[in-house]
């Protein structure tokens, strides 16, 4: 299984930005496809980027798409998630994760993906 760990996490006030980490390590064969998720209390996990590590193909929620970027780096073993423009309703834990199935598109459903790190809180004051 791909160990995954987050860093970058903050607060921050409205109109700010942050870049997360994820450092993906102890696989054999590299994942497939990478993403970022976040989650608050009261609500579900929800996909926010998605990255093909083949080629690097993005794919986003539209509430996110104008403002973060996802990329990676392959000789760091690393993807990144670049947030400008936080807003305090982007306040919540982040996850990178990794999955492995045969698929055309990142995907954003979390049911899809198999190794999960332990989140970096992002914190947006208004």
């Known amino acids: 299984q791909v160990r995954l760990v987050e860093s970058g996490g903050g607060s921050v006030q409205a109109g700010g930005f942050l870049t997360l980490s994820c450092a993906a390590s102890?696989?054999?064969?590299?994942?497939?496809?990478m993403g970022w998720f976040r989650q608050d209390p009261w609500k579900e996990r929800e996909g926010g980027a998605a990255?093909?590590?083949?080629?690097?193909?993005?794919n986003y929620v539209d509430s996110v798409k104008d403002r973060f970027t996802i990329s990676q780096d392959k000789a760091k073993h690393t993807v990144y998630l670049q947030m400008n423009n936080l807003q305090p309703e982007d306040t919540a834990m982040y996850y990178c994760?990794?999955?492995?199935?045969?698929?055309?598109?990142?995907?954003?459903?979390?049911?899809?993906?198999?190794?999960w790190g332990q989140g970096t809180q992002v914190t947006v004051s208004s």
């Open positions: 990255i093909y590590t083949r080629d690097g193909t993005p």
């Open positions: 994760a990794a999955g492995t199935d045969d698929t055309y598109y990142p995907p954003l459903r979390s049911a899809q993906y198999n190794s």
């Open positions: 102890g696989y054999m064969y590299r994942p497939a496809y």
